[in-house]
């Protein structure tokens, strides 16, 4: 099981969003995973427990380092989009999550 974090600036509207998309992705592609959303303040606390970090490229480049795949999207409430970079990101980095 993945754990997966989606992070926007302030944590609320976006990456709520985002982590009900990212739920229905998982379901839809059989990948079981946690998924949580946070402001990127509150990104700090969780990164290391995290396995895959859902976010834009501009928050992606402010992130510490950590053992977490931070895959970057331009538009996180483009469902294609999110989509696409999860799927990837899941199949590069942990491909034995997909269809599990």
């Given at each position: 099981?993945?754990?997966?974090?989606?992070?926007?600036?302030?944590?609320?509207?976006?990456?709520?969003?985002?982590?009900?998309?990212?739920?229905?992705?998982?379901?839809?592609?059989?990948?079981?995973?946690?998924?949580?959303?946070?402001?990127?303040?509150?990104?700090?606390?969780?990164?290391?427990?995290t396995d895959i970090v859902l976010t834009s490229p501009e928050?992606?480049?402010?992130?510490?380092?950590?053992?977490?795949?931070?895959?970057?999207?331009?538009?996180?409430?483009?469902?294609?989009?999110?989509?696409?970079?999860?799927?990837?990101?899941?199949?590069?980095?942990?491909?034995?999550?997909?269809?599990?």
């Amino acid at each position: 099981m993945l754990n997966i974090l989606c992070v926007c600036g302030n944590g609320m509207g976006t990456s709520t969003i985002l982590k009900i998309n990212v739920k229905n992705i998982c379901q839809q592609n059989k990948i079981e995973a946690n998924v949580e959303s946070c402001s990127f303040g509150e990104a700090m606390a969780y990164i290391n427990n995290t396995d895959i970090v859902l976010t834009s490229p501009e928050w992606a480049g402010m992130l510490p380092p950590s053992n977490a795949v931070i895959a970057e999207t331009k538009n996180l409430i483009d469902t294609k989009q999110v989509t696409d970079t999860l799927v990837n990101a899941i199949k590069e980095h942990f491909p034995n999550e997909i269809g599990a």
